[in-house]
């Protein structure tokens, strides 16, 4: 299978046809303004040591999500960040592409089972090999419900057996759904939190349903706490 097929997968230094300058410009200009329209609380970011393949889990409330977790992170971290997101949306139009591809470098999938020709998982343990992380969104959907958090679906325990060394580091995101709400255009200023938790790995002999309950519960255990000073976002 090609990686390629799913997404484009430059390596974390390429600039794809983009001069450096322009490319940090635009990110720059869309960090500032992720920031000014969410007054952004980060805490809790745990360090990632050298070499350690990570995979963010989170929330998914808004379409807005893997930009707010993107602007809390630090810079270096932004740098190799591919949040892992449907196709079928952020393929549709030159503005999405544009986001998802250029400024986010995303890799995009096939949510629908039954419309998948490839298989997401090995193309997210390339992407680890090329020395990126990756954000993923556990939940498969936007959550419209009252619930704060849907059930996890299988592929993110099935992607932590395939590769066990990974740690996968919890974040809630918290009033983003109310500053970019569902079919709104213009965002609402509105402050906005997200709190990281400690990493986990799936342990030898787990299985995939104890895995995932048990990211599921450390995801939602975050939800309940108040932004605590941490180390802030750069």
């Given at each position: 299978?090609?990686?390629r097929?799913?997404?484009?997968?430059?390596a974390p230094?390429a600039q794809?046809g983009w001069?450096?300058l322009?490319?940090?410009l635009?990110?720059?200009?869309?960090?500032?303004f992720?920031?000014?329209i969410?007054?952004?609380?980060?805490s809790g970011?745990p360090?990632?040591?050298?070499g350690c393949?990570r995979?963010?889990?989170?929330?998914?409330?808004s379409h807005?999500d893997?930009?707010?977790?993107?602007?809390?992170?630090?810079?270096?971290?932004?740098a190799?960040?591919?949040p892992?997101a449907g196709r079928?949306?952020?393929?549709r139009?030159?503005i999405?592409?544009f986001?998802?591809?250029t400024v986010?470098?995303?890799l995009?999938i096939?949510?629908?089972p039954r419309?998948r020709?490839?298989d997401p998982v090995?193309?997210?343990?390339a992407?680890?090999e090329?020395?990126?992380?990756?954000?993923?969104?556990p939940?498969g959907?936007?959550?419209?419900?009252d619930?704060?958090?849907l059930?996890?679906?299988?592929g993110?325990?099935?992607f932590a057996q395939r590769?066990?060394e990974?740690e996968?580091?919890?974040?809630?995101?918290?009033n983003l759904?109310?500053?970019l709400?569902k079919g709104?255009v213009l965002?609402v200023?509105?402050?906005?939190?997200?709190?990281?938790?400690q990493?986990l790995?799936?342990a030898?002999?787990?299985?995939?349903?104890a895995?995932?309950?048990?990211?599921q519960?450390?995801?939602?255990?975050?939800s309940?706490g108040?932004?605590?000073e941490g180390?802030?976002?750069?």
């Amino acid at each position: 299978m090609s990686v390629r097929s799913i997404s484009d997968s430059r390596a974390p230094s390429a600039q794809a046809g983009w001069s450096g300058l322009a490319q940090r410009l635009v990110c720059g200009v869309v960090l500032l303004f992720v920031r000014l329209i969410t007054g952004l609380r980060a805490s809790g970011y745990p360090q990632r040591a050298p070499g350690c393949r990570r995979v963010y889990i989170a929330n998914h409330r808004s379409h807005g999500d893997f930009a707010l977790v993107w602007a809390a992170l630090p810079e270096e971290e932004r740098a190799v960040l591919r949040p892992v997101a449907g196709r079928d949306y952020w393929q549709r139009g030159a503005i999405r592409r544009f986001i998802a591809r250029t400024v986010f470098n995303a890799l995009l999938i096939e949510r629908r089972p039954r419309e998948r020709r490839d298989d997401p998982v090995p193309a997210m343990a390339a992407a680890l090999e090329r020395g990126h992380c990756l954000l993923v969104f556990p939940e498969g959907t936007r959550n419209d419900t009252d619930m704060p958090l849907l059930g996890f679906r299988n592929g993110i325990a099935r992607f932590a057996q395939r590769c066990p060394e990974v740690e996968f580091v919890p974040v809630w995101i918290e009033n983003l759904n109310r500053v970019l709400p569902k079919g709104e255009v213009l965002p609402v200023p509105l402050l906005c939190r997200a709190a990281f938790g400690q990493p986990l790995t799936i342990a030898e002999g787990e299985s995939r349903a104890a895995f995932r309950d048990r990211l599921q519960g450390a995801l939602l255990a975050l939800s309940d706490g108040p932004v605590e000073e941490g180390q802030s976002v750069s």
